[in-house]
């Protein structure tokens, strides 16, 4: 059985990498006692597959691990035992079940929301909001990615799927395997725009919500990956 | 939540910044309010090394069961913190209030190693605490030093206001309520240190004087200059392991830690006599804890933390009495599990192998031994009660049983010794690699590997080796090298591999272990040049260090070379371990005598011990 677990990753654990975020869980399902499978062999895996990796640094308000497990208690239970053995920062938000036919958290991932905050002291001298919207509405918003062997340059405009102003920039952005925008990457676009230097940790990034897509290529509908379960009754209810 | 010390701009370029956030799985909070005590405790190294510290994990648990305590951690800030800190005046911090040290009432350091002595004064210099005690006023906390370097902690006595000599579990409690009568009736920090000095165990160099001989410079005496407080200080020790602190919900660090586990003290002490380790002879006697205590601990341990695996703890594990049942229990529970075991140096019988092939993956991992010398003569002199036969035999069961993979622990520059015992090193090795090839070649995993390791022999206080001569830096290579001849013409020379110790390293952790109170200088001038971290090879100043030792005038020939006279008093003298100097010299003279001395389960050698209460002696007797 294939359970989908939405968490945040806030504060001070932000500063935890992704690899220690992957020990992190298989302790805490353990101290959780949730019944996960294990793999054959000597040095038995637990059925383990996150989302999205975080970057060092970045926050994360809706970030995703699926696991496999033999038996399940209901939603409620598991999400009370996980947050019980958790630390501050890291909170389970829902513990769903997938059903048959799903993909896991990796392969289906095709969005994303950021929100791009100017930390204290680097806010901006000019008006954010209209500044961002002129660059938005460009024909085309052009930037040099560097690759292994050259620098190829990257239309990156259809990438961004929606831009808000709550709070900070709120930018949904392509995201998963065939298509990956960083909200760095655009922000580097917008200064190179505004013909200014991005002040080295100026950005506050928080990653809001992950995004499958439930239509076409073509005709996208996303969705959060939360939804794509559903969660678990309590026994007798 | 609680705001970090360090800002987001600092914490995004430094290396591994989850070291300095603290909020891992089990910190202890509290209440600011209920708190009237707060006690930092310190491990003078990066974080990853001092998270591994059971002895820490232990004194958290108990300072945080104690009401009104607080506990708070502080580790070294590695390089490039460190730099970024003094840069821009940011105080060292705790990890659980990130609040800065200096408003602590105590910092306490454990010692474990002689290599971490300038991470003390990093630590102290970073805190805003002054280095030398004298200079500390009523804003400083007490900086108190306990762990096993405190056995001769004269080279950086000066550097503290006390000493916890033993075991911290037992008198702890009252050095607090000392300082709570003492703040009551507003006394001084010297009032505070003199009702400390008159706790068992708890040395005030302040109120010791030390007097040198003129002629030759080693220690005349010893005076206390303050009416009251004792002229020896005994060893604090825990007689009953099985009703006593032991942390049920251990730390669990989000960067890995050296230690990624769950540990289980089993015992501690040790039946053998060594005559080169200081843990065996200083954590005398051997006390066991109780099986079912260890089983609780075990499951209860395992739950609280997550760990996928747990390692069995104690100097020696073998001679441990309920080790088959603890094992068997531990696998029956956990095996399938995704839970390891994993054994520590355990005597290679028929039944260990057993549990080895149960718990690890027998093509991958190696077999481990240390001889500690390469001929018999050499065991006999350092009293290693493990014989060539006994090596070959566990070898070929092991063999068999599908390894291929041997490692081999010595120590070169051991006292008497010949070239021929040097070069034993090597033949033994060879034996090793020819007893795999006796097998037939049906019956073998392909290729045997067998790599003999050598650190250099340094004289520890409290052990028979206490008066020996130590190699210099050359000698110890002049050694390695006959080692390394030696190899080279063994007959499977390309299924040996050979590895020698830093020389440079040793030298000094030989000054620092025998030094006396005007080595202090030494460390204090070598921090000042740059030292830090001197315990990784890579941040190891040798130069430094011997600048530091030109400039103290100390004399290296002094400290390490010389054979020190059965009439010497030693700058750790004062202090009783409960194991007698007459034991320790009658176990030198033995040495000499090429003798070896039994176990505490086959005869009793009288070291004094028992004194306590406890060992196998003394439970015979009773």
Not at chain 1, 119 to 133: C, I, Q, T
Not at chain 2, 397 to 422: C, S
Request: net charge negative; with cysteine; glycine share 6%.
């Amino acid at each position: 059985m294939k359970i989908r677990i939405k968490f945040t990753k806030t504060g001070v654990v932000k500063y935890v990498g992704h690899l220690d975020m992957m020990r992190y869980f298989q302790k805490l399902i353990r101290r959780a006692n949730i019944d996960i499978c294990y793999s054959e062999g000597f040095n038995p895996h637990q059925k383990m597959s996150f989302a999205a990796p975080l970057g060092v640094g970045v926050s994360g308000e809706g970030e995703y691990v699926d696991i496999e497990v033999n038996t399940t208690d209901s939603s409620e239970e598991s999400v009370r035992r996980l947050n019980e053995a958790s630390v501050e920062g890291i909170e389970i938000k829902s513990y769903r079940r997938l059903p048959e036919g799903v993909l896991n958290g990796m392969a289906s991932v095709a969005a994303a929301t950021y929100r791009v905050r100017y930390r204290e002291g680097y806010e901006p001298d000019f008006s954010l909001e209209d500044k961002f919207m002129e660059f938005m509405n460009q024909e085309t918003i052009e930037i040099e990615k560097e690759t292994k062997k050259s620098t190829a340059v990257v239309d990156i405009k259809s990438m961004i799927y929606d831009v808000s102003f709550q709070n900070g920039v709120v930018l949904k952005l392509a995201a998963g395997s065939a298509a990956n925008l960083k909200p760095e990457l655009v922000f580097t676009a917008f200064y190179q725009y505004l013909g200014k230097e991005l002040p080295e940790f100026a950005l506050e990034i928080t990653r809001l919500e992950v995004y499958g897509n439930s239509g076409t290529e073509e005709n996208p509908e996303f969705i959060p990956l939360e939804d794509f379960g559903e969660d678990i009754p309590t026994q007798g209810e | 939540m609680i705001k970090p010390a360090l800002s987001d701009e600092i914490l995004m370029r430094i290396e591994k910044p989850a070291r300095y956030i603290g909020n891992e799985v089990n910190m202890v909070k509290k209440d600011l309010k209920d708190v009237d005590i707060r006690f930092a405790m310190c491990f003078p190294d990066v974080y990853e090394i001092g998270m591994s510290h059971l002895g820490i994990q232990i004194l958290y648990d108990m300072f945080n069961k104690m009401e009104g305590v607080y506990c708070e951690r502080v580790y070294s800030p590695w390089h490039d913190l460190d730099n970024i800190m003094r840069e821009q005046h940011i105080p060292l911090f705790t990890l659980e209030t990130q609040e800065p040290v200096k408003k602590m009432d105590f910092l306490g350091i454990t010692i474990q190693y002689e290599m971490c002595y300038t991470n003390i004064l990093q630590i102290l210099d970073l805190s805003g605490i002054p280095l030398y005690s004298k200079e500390r006023t009523e804003e400083d906390p007490i900086v108190i030093g306990g762990g096993p370097c405190t056995y001769n902690p004269e080279p950086i006595a000066d550097f503290f206001d006390i000493f916890y000599i033993g075991e911290g579990e037992t008198v702890y409690q009252d050095l607090m309520d000392a300082y709570r009568r003492n703040r009551e009736n507003h006394g001084t920090r010297e009032d505070f240190l003199f009702l400390a000095a008159q706790i068992p165990g708890l040395y005030v160099p302040a109120f010791l004087d030390v007097e040198y001989n003129k002629e030759d410079g080693t220690i005349q005496g010893f005076h206390v200059n303050r009416e009251g407080v004792p002229e020896t200080v005994t060893r604090q020790v825990v007689m009953d392991l099985s009703h006593t602190f032991y942390p049920e919900k251990p730390l669990v660090p989000f960067i890995r830690a050296t230690q990624d586990r769950v540990v289980l003290e089993i015992q501690r002490g040790c039946i053998r006599g060594c005559r080169f380790c200081q843990a065996g002879q200083v954590y005398k006697p051997n006390r066991e804890r109780d099986l079912e205590f260890l089983k609780d601990m075990a499951v209860k341990m395992l739950q609280n933390t997550g760990h996928e695996e747990i390692s069995l703890s104690s100097l020696s594990s073998s001679d441990y009495s309920h080790l088959n049942e603890l094992l068997e229990f531990l696998i029956e529970t956990y095996h399938g599990k995704g839970v390891n075991v994993s054994l520590p140096s355990l005597r290679v019988d028929q039944f260990s192998l057993d549990v080895m092939s149960k718990v690890q993956d027998v093509r991958k991992s190696s077999l481990t031994f240390a001889p500690e010398a390469g001929s018999q003569r050499m065991r006999n002199v350092i009293n290693k009660g493990l014989t060539e036969e006994d090596i070959l035999h566990g070898c070929e069961i092991a063999f068999r049983g599908g390894w291929n993979k041997v490692k081999l622990y010595f120590m070169l520059g051991l006292p008497t010794e010949t070239e021929e015992d040097m070069r034993g090193i090597a033949e033994l090795s060879e034996l090793v690699a020819e007893k795999y090839y006796e097998i037939p070649k049906s019956e073998r995993n392909g290729k045997v590997s067998v790599t003999a390791s050598t650190s250099f022999f340094i004289p520890k206080p409290f052990t028979p080796f206490q008066w020996a001569p130590m190699c210099t830096g050359e000698e110890f290579l002049n050694r390695a090298k006959i080692v390394n001849d030696r190899m080279k013409e063994m007959l499977n020379r390309k299924s040996l591999k050979y590895n020698w110790h830093e020389a440079d390293v040793s030298v000094i952790e030989g000054l620092l272990a025998r030094g006396d109170r005007r080595v202090s200088k030494v460390v204090e001038l070598a921090y000042k040049k740059g030292c830090l971290f001197d315990a990784w090879g890579d941040s190891f100043h040798s130069d430094y260090w011997k600048e530091a030792i030109d400039e103290a005038g100390i004399s290296l020939d002094f400290y390490n070379t010389r054979e020190r006279s059965e009439e010497e008093v030693f700058p750790w003298d004062f202090i009783n371990t409960g194991v007698t100097k007459q034991y320790l010299l009658r176990e030198w003279k033995k040495s000499k005598e090429e003798t070896v001395s039994p176990n505490c389960k086959v005869q009793c050698t009288g070291c004094g011990a028992s004194c306590f209460g406890g060992g196998i002696c003394f439970e015979n007797q009773n």
